[in-house]
């Protein structure tokens, strides 16, 4: 698949982010300058800090999908099968609280309904509205220990060669008040295209960051050792992994 890069790279050349926030970490001095270069970046598409929230009427019913496709293997299509009833979120790594989440125990702590718009680097765009367990509140449950810098999402699907995809998020982006795991998007739970049972939906950030079919989220201390060690599929193929937009 042959993609457009222009998108991510002036949006962290604006940002000017690229470098400060591979090393984001408990510094206030660098989230200070990350927030104002995020400042500067969001003055230029009109929100502050949040992504912008959209009304019923500008949602786009025909949500298009894009990436790999609809995983086929026999793990991902059993549990589709039956509704996923035998779904388990698993949670690990630097966590004081590994656990195992189900479906059920998902949807008690789903809390957030929001409409906001998708933005993909291949150069277009959708609005959903998108409904799940802030990802905040998520990780208050598990505990990350002192010293888990990265979220890491482990995804059922692969890539033609047989890669697992996976993204991450340093630990601030993914404690964003509007950072998901969406379970629901347009009033209905996800359907497999749009990455069922739970997917992530950052929208403050570009669409490859938005892991669709997790079935594993890691707490981690680095990104070295995890796949290619760049904290994405896509970022370990050239991607920047700062994606904010
Ligand atoms: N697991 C997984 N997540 C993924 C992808 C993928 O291929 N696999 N593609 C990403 C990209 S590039 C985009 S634009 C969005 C598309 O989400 P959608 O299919 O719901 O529109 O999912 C993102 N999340
Ligand atoms: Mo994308």
């Known amino acids: 698949m042959k993609r457009q890069l222009f998108l991510a790279s002036s949006i962290s050349a604006i940002a000017g982010c690229a470098g400060i926030s591979n090393k984001l970490n408990d510094n206030p001095t660098i989230h200070k300058i990350i927030g104002s270069a995020q400042g500067l970046d969001h003055a230029?598409?009109?929100?502050?800090?949040?992504?912008?929230?959209?009304?019923?009427?500008?949602?786009?019913r025909n949500f298009r999908t894009?990436?790999?496709?609809?995983?086929?293997d026999s793990t991902y299509g059993g549990l589709a099968r039956d509704g996923f009833a035998r779904y388990a979120l698993a949670v690990d790594g630097e966590v004081e609280r590994p656990h195992h989440f189900s479906?059920?125990?998902?949807?008690?702590?789903?809390?957030?309904?929001?409409?906001?718009?998708?933005?993909c680097v291949e150069?277009?765009?959708?609005?959903?509205?998108?409904?799940?367990?802030?990802?905040?509140?998520?990780?208050?449950?598990?505990?990350?220990?002192?010293?888990?810098?990265?979220?890491v999402f482990h995804c059922f699907d692969r890539?033609?060669?047989?890669?697992?995809?996976?993204?991450?998020?340093?630990?601030?982006e993914a404690a964003h008040p509007q950072?998901?795991?969406?379970l629901d998007l347009n009033g209905k739970p996800l359907d497999p295209a749009h990455g069922a049972p739970?997917?992530?939906?950052?929208p403050t950030q570009l669409g490859y960051k938005s892991a669709k079919w997790i079935k594993r989220i890691q707490l981690a201390a680095r990104l070295e050792g995890i796949?290619?060690?760049?904290?994405?599929?896509?970022?370990?193929n050239g991607y920047e992994w700062y994606a904010g937009i």
């Open 44 to 60: 230029v598409i009109g929100t502050r800090g949040r992504a912008r929230l959209y009304s019923e009427r500008d949602i786009d």
């Open 66 to 72: 894009n990436g790999f496709d609809t995983p086929s």
């Open 103 to 119: 479906l059920a125990q998902l949807r008690a702590l789903a809390s957030l309904r929001q409409i906001t718009r998708h933005d």
């Open 123 to 151: 150069g277009w765009s959708a609005i959903g509205e998108w409904n799940g367990v802030p990802l905040a509140r998520f990780l208050a449950l598990v505990r990350p220990t002192a010293r888990a810098r990265y979220v």
């Open 159 to 172: 890539a033609p060669d047989g890669t697992p995809y996976y993204e991450s998020l340093d630990i601030v």
């Open 179 to 182: 950072t998901l795991l969406a």
């Open 198 to 202: 739970v997917r992530l939906r950052i």
């Open 227 to 236: 796949f290619g060690g760049g904290g994405g599929y896509w970022e370990d």
